[in-house]
């Protein structure tokens, strides 16, 4: 079993910055893929950004890419994400995921196994 924690959500303006983070705890952290997915008042979740068990891999979703940056910190099992140069048409509730499967990250909500509950971000124009 593993639980997971995000917190760092909040409001802000266009183009400002948020630092999300994400608490592993249940499982060893180096164990799991880990990634963030967003999802927005009648969309479908959206893949944001993924980074592999040993933190030497990242991935991220096309309308993010250049923007956000995730990172992992074994020892102290969180993941973060730094977004910044943030846009109205990023708000949305961002949730954390782990996969168990030795593997390469994916881009499938499907694929993961574990989520936290969500923290809501908000970009004012």
């Known amino acids: 079993q593993v639980q997971l924690v995000e917190s760092g959500g909040g409001l802000v303006q266009v183009g400002g910055s948020l630092r999300l983070s994400c608490a592993v705890s249940?499982?060893?952290?180096?164990?799991?893929?880990m990634g963030w997915f967003r999802q927005a008042p009648g969309k479908e979740r959206e893949f944001v950004a993924a980074i592999i068990r040993t933190g030497g891999a990242t991935y991220y979703g096309d309308s993010v890419k250049g923007r956000f940056a995730i990172s992992r910190d074994n020892a102290k099992s969180t993941v973060d994400l730094q977004m910044n140069t943030l846009k109205p048409e990023d708000t949305a509730v961002y949730y954390c995921a782990a996969d168990l499967r030795v593997r390469l990250p994916s881009r499938s909500p499907r694929d993961y196994d574990y989520w936290g509950q969500g923290t809501q971000v908000t970009v004012s124009s």
């Open positions: 249940g499982r060893t952290a180096s164990s799991c893929n």
